[in-house]
């Protein structure tokens, strides 16, 4: 839109004159002048605001009064199974979370970020999440899965191939605490349950199965815990990996296992912004921010009954409950109750059952970092199974989140507990030590 003359002029005059100028007299050479003035004024005026230069000044605030910020984060809340909206651009400065500074007190984990801020941020993003009607293997938390289980060790290397029962029903000290010694070449070497990773899963300490009868996990839902892990990441943001603990993986007749664990990433920038969701599935999965389906700004996740893979969305999710003829062609659907299990995983979170009744969701936890474990959750610098040994890779237990399986680095790093991590301790990337 490009501006009238005669606007202009009247723009020009109001910014120039005041009511209060007297009118100057005829034949004055001064006024003559600063009539010239004025035209000159008003043409630069109209060439500056037809090629987009002239920006209006904002109308002072009265003294004492501030400009609210906006909040980064505020956008309109898309209803349940709706497509996120793109951020906004964000338009106040980020909180600071991340100092390296920090005393013990205040980052118990020492990864740089306030202990405060991770919870904060971890309670904001925390999933919601949808587990099938037809769902039979329910989420465990850890000290459930012990408490139902047993260390053992494995070692093909000895005279007799030892697989040896250990502790029975251990605590999260005990798991962490074993060391045994190894056979073969590796003789007079130690194995410990706390930095040894086995490659192929010989020469390991595992968690033995739980028994069958108890492999369908915990229908009580104050037992499904969510554990959180949050670092600074390459973007200048901060990155939090949930984890999920299943007592058994039943996928098919050659994939099938013991203590299953299922994770997933948020990313965020450095206005605590999100930027995409990695699934950490059979394989690592980023996904943009803008295909994750939301309620409020929790991302909305679906549980594949029994593998109990991630997905965005509900697809081809078997589910009972539909009132189709004689349950055929039944799915899971968010606007039907009765098709699923609805877990809220934020603190003072519900859990709403298929057939209507409620009750309080397990909420988070953080475990900190393997050397720097928080709340007493030890059990995160474990580097052996969880399930016992199979005839095959595949039907044997798998590792927990901080020496986890999924797209390994080429090094050896591994990815799903330490992608893009900023500042990262090559001890906490890597296992401490490795055996067959």
Known sequence: MRLSLLSLLLLVACNTTSPTTPRRPAGDSA???????????????????????????QEALPDGETEPAPRPSARPTPRPGASAAPNPEPTSPPRVCLDPSLS????????????????DLAERFAPVIYHSSSEDRWPVNVDWYLSRSALAIADPRCDKNRRERLVPQPTQAQLVAAQEPACGEDEGTLLKSAGTRSRNKEQTFYLEDVPSALRNGSTT???????????????????????????????????????????????????????????????????????????????VLFVKPGSHNLQLK????????????????CNL???KPATHVR?????????????????????????GRKEHPLNGQDFIAYSGLWGSLGR?????????????????RPDGGITAWGAGWRGIPQSELFPWAESP
Do not use: M
């Open 31 to 57: 006024g003559d002048a600063a009539a010239e003035q004025f035209i000159k004024d008003a043409l630069a005026v109209i060439e500056a605001f037809n090629n987009g230069s002239l920006i209006p000044e």
């Open 104 to 119: 013990v007190a205040d980052d118990a984990d020492r990864d740089g970020l306030h202990d405060g801020c991770e919870q």
């Open 221 to 299: 839902p104050s037992d499904w815990r969510t554990y959180v892990q949050a670092y600074p990441n390459e973007i200048g943001g901060v990155t939090l990996q949930y984890w999920r603990l299943y007592a058994y993986h039943r996928d098919d007749l050659l994939n099938n296992y013991g203590g299953e664990w299922v994770g997933f990433h948020v990313v965020l920038n450095h206005h605590e912004q999100p930027q995409q969701l990695i699934l950490l599935n059979d394989k690592f999965e980023p996904q943009p921010w803008e295909q994750v389906q939301l309620e409020d700004e929790r991302p």
């Open 314 to 329: 509900p697809d081809k999710i078997g589910a009972k409950g539909c009132g189709s003829f004689l349950g055929l062609g």
């Open 333 to 335: 659907d968010v606007a």
């Open 343 to 367: 877990q809220e995983t934020h603190t003072d979170g519900a859990i709403r059952w298929f057939d209507g009744q409620e009750s309080p969701s397990a909420g988070l936890i953080q475990v």
């Open 392 to 408: 095959l890779y595949n039907t044997s237990g798998f590792w927990g989140p901080a020496f986890h399986h999924v797209a390994r």
